[in-house]
């Protein structure tokens, strides 16, 4: 069965980063896969894809500072994020899809249950 579960969050000082992890199974290679989050009161935002090239894309607002990648030996996507801005804080969600590759509209099709990022001033 399909299982995506983050890890990595935590409470952490502007500028400083953070390495969030995603263990997935049974995705396929040819999936696209990426990160959103939300915080409270606010729409989801899609904030990097990887597509089954290994091309990222990234939203504007972390282009830069965050950096999406896949280890398909070991099952994992990972989110490095560095320069943290309290406007980062949020509930962040890794995500997979065999349709859908886009920061906007998806991939939506499966989610992991979130791992919390907190950045103060």
């Known amino acids: 069965q399909v299982r995506l579960v983050e890890s990595g969050g935590g409470s952490v000082q502007a500028g400083g980063s953070l390495r969030l992890s995603c263990a997935y199974s049974?995705?396929?290679?040819?999936?696209?896969m990426g990160w959103f989050r939300q915080a409270p009161g606010k729409e989801r935002e899609g904030v990097a894809i990887?597509?089954?090239?290994?091309?990222?894309n990234y939203a504007d607002s972390v282009k830069g500072r965050f950096t999406i990648s896949k280890d398909k030996a070991k099952n994992t996507l990972y989110l490095q994020i560095d320069s943290l801005k309290p406007e980062d804080t949020a509930m962040y969600y890794c995500?997979?899809?065999?349709?859908?590759?886009?920061?906007?509209?998806?991939?939506?099709?499966?989610w992991g249950q979130g791992t919390q990022v907190t950045v103060y001033s």
């Open positions: 990887i597509y089954s090239t290994g091309a990222p």
């Open positions: 049974e995705i396929p290679s040819t999936y696209c």
């Open positions: 995500a997979a899809d065999r349709f859908r590759c886009g920061l906007r509209f998806g991939p939506r099709n499966y």
